[in-house]
């Protein structure tokens, strides 16, 4: 199997829409609170992409889906479709997934959100998914192999008595929205696709409070937990330099972990 690698103006290219879905990531932030519906959150997205980016929301149309951005609430895992009548409430969280087209060049990047005080229990899923995603990460370079990824995922979750989604995964990314590899994240060390500098792909871990098992529902899109209990999700588009990583959806509340390394 052969994957792409970016030349230097690709790279330069996935800079530019990674820091554009970043931007409307930390802007939507403001406007998370009891009482907004899932639909309102999807205008203000698909206005600020359109009208201030210049760029296009990648999910609209993408296969069928209707909207501009995904919105996941509690125990929907994935591919939440905003709606007219789902209000935001208090103790609520939600991954709000957002991808970019600019000059064909995608960004992909998801991130959770508590809507005023949320259980700790909830707040504990949402740190330790992006522990997870951090993990995987920070192993990326020249000649790891995606397995070891997976499997630091999968390690992480599991010594905090979660459990990995496998039905979803994270995946090349550039011109095409999603191509090879499959990140997944669960899986063995030593094994899978070798990492090369100039791979762009997603990490993006979707981690259950309860057991892994997934159904989605009869719109075709929206994957929940079997269990209906809480899942989360957090996702970064990353690139492979000649020693080791840089985040191209990178936000300052990413502080604490490095951009570049
Ligand atoms: N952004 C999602 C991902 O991380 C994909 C959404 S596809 C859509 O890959 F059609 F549901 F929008
Ligand atoms: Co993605
Ligand atoms: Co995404």
Redo the contacts with the bound molecule.
Sequence with gaps: MTHSIQTPEDIEGMRIAGRLAADCLVMVGEHIKPGITTAELDRICHNFIVNIQDAIP??LN??G?P?S??TSINHVV??GIPNENKELKRGDIINI???VIKNRYHG?T?KMFSVGDVKPFAERLIRITQECMYRGIELVKPGTQLGDIGHAIQAHAENNYYSVVEE?C??GIGKV??EDPQVLHYGRPATGVQLTEGMTF?I?PMINQGRRHTRILSDG?TAVTKDRKLSAQW?HTILVTSSGYEILTYRPEDESFPRIS
């Design positions: 990648a999910p993408y296969r889906f909207k951005i995904c994935c591919h997934d957002i991808t992909d998801s979803f994270g995946h929205f999603h997603t993006e899109w996702e």
